[in-house]
């Protein structure tokens, strides 16, 4: 597959220390491993999480809407930063956002998405979905149907899709020759929210889950490797 137009889902894991707080640090690794990417030749989106600030399941009794707003909130905090790093390795970038904060994001649009992605610029979405109740996952299925994307390349600290947590069984089984949708939901595999996989399900869009955090992997992929699991 050819890929013109990528949707980077980046957990916020990706840019914290050591799984809490923003970390300018993981903030520029994961710029650099953008910037290996980064030509005229494919349009890049990232869709950032905010679990390295709060989370709703650790968040100690704030109720749920409360929650998922802070939530939303720490994902512009993570856009931040992911647009500072991405400036220090020299590409531009522009935030849009569903919780728009006028000062220093743009509104989700997807006619000012396709602006800024002929000027060159890598769009960083951020504020989930703008309402409570849904994730980041979700969040990510919609702008990835939105902006028409080829595929979503969601990274993580694993190898790809997992029949159980390697990181609590060492038996864990890999599946590295693709899965799908209709596989990934009924074995309840947590790839990616229940949500997400129907809307991307019913609009035929892949998702590549791959070990973000092996350098050139990202760079791999868009030269067409079969890196992590593929489910389509």
């Given at each position: 597959?050819?890929?013109?137009?990528?949707?980077?889902?980046?957990?916020?894991?990706?840019?914290?220390?050591?799984?809490?707080?923003?970390?300018?640090?993981?903030?520029?690794?994961?710029?650099?491993?953008?910037?290996?990417?980064?030509?005229?030749?494919?349009?890049?989106?990232?869709?950032?999480?905010?679990?390295?600030?709060?989370?709703?399941?650790?968040?100690?009794?704030?109720?749920?809407?409360?929650?998922?707003?802070?939530?939303?909130?720490?994902?512009?905090?993570?856009?931040?930063?992911?647009?500072?790093?991405?400036?220090?390795?020299?590409?531009?970038?522009?935030?849009?956002?569903?919780?728009?904060?006028?000062?220093?994001?743009?509104?989700?649009?997807?006619?000012?998405s396709e602006l800024f992605f002929k000027e060159g610029r890598v769009v960083i979405f951020a504020g989930g979905t703008g309402s409570p109740f849904f994730t980041t996952d979700t969040g990510a299925a919609l702008r990835a149907l939105e902006i028409n994307a080829d595929i979503i390349l969601k990274a993580t600290k694993v190898d790809g899709v997992y029949?159980?947590?390697?990181?609590?069984?060492?038996?864990?089984?890999?599946?590295?020759?693709?899965?799908?949708?209709?596989?990934?939901?009924?074995?309840?595999?947590?790839?990616?929210?229940?949500?997400?996989?129907?809307?991307?399900?019913?609009?035929?869009?892949?998702?590549?889950?791959?070990?973000?955090?092996?350098?050139?992997?990202?760079?791999?992929?868009?030269?067409?490797?079969?890196?992590?699991?593929?489910?389509?």
């Amino acid at each position: 597959m050819s890929l013109k137009r990528i949707l980077i889902k980046l957990s916020g894991e990706m840019l914290g220390d050591k799984g809490s707080g923003f970390s300018m640090e993981s903030a520029l690794t994961v710029a650099g491993e953008i910037k290996n990417i980064y030509s005229d030749d494919i349009d890049i989106a990232v869709l950032v999480g905010g679990g390295n600030i709060i989370r709703f399941r650790d968040s100690n009794g704030i109720e749920r809407v409360t929650a998922d707003f802070m939530g939303m909130t720490a994902t512009i905090i993570n856009a931040l930063g992911l647009q500072n790093a991405l400036k220090n390795v020299g590409i531009d970038s522009v935030i849009q956002s569903a919780l728009n904060i006028e000062q220093i994001t743009e509104g989700v649009s997807v006619s000012q998405s396709e602006l800024f992605f002929k000027e060159g610029r890598v769009v960083i979405f951020a504020g989930g979905t703008g309402s409570p109740f849904f994730t980041t996952d979700t969040g990510a299925a919609l702008r990835a149907l939105e902006i028409n994307a080829d595929i979503i390349l969601k990274a993580t600290k694993v190898d790809g899709v997992y029949d159980c947590d390697p990181q609590k069984n060492s038996s864990a089984k890999l599946y590295s020759e693709g899965l799908s949708f209709n596989e990934a939901i009924s074995k309840n595999l947590k790839i990616m929210d229940s949500a997400a996989l129907a809307i991307l399900k019913e609009e035929n869009i892949g998702v590549r889950v791959f070990n973000f955090k092996e350098k050139g992997n990202l760079a791999k992929i868009i030269a067409g490797e079969e890196i992590g699991t593929y489910i389509s």
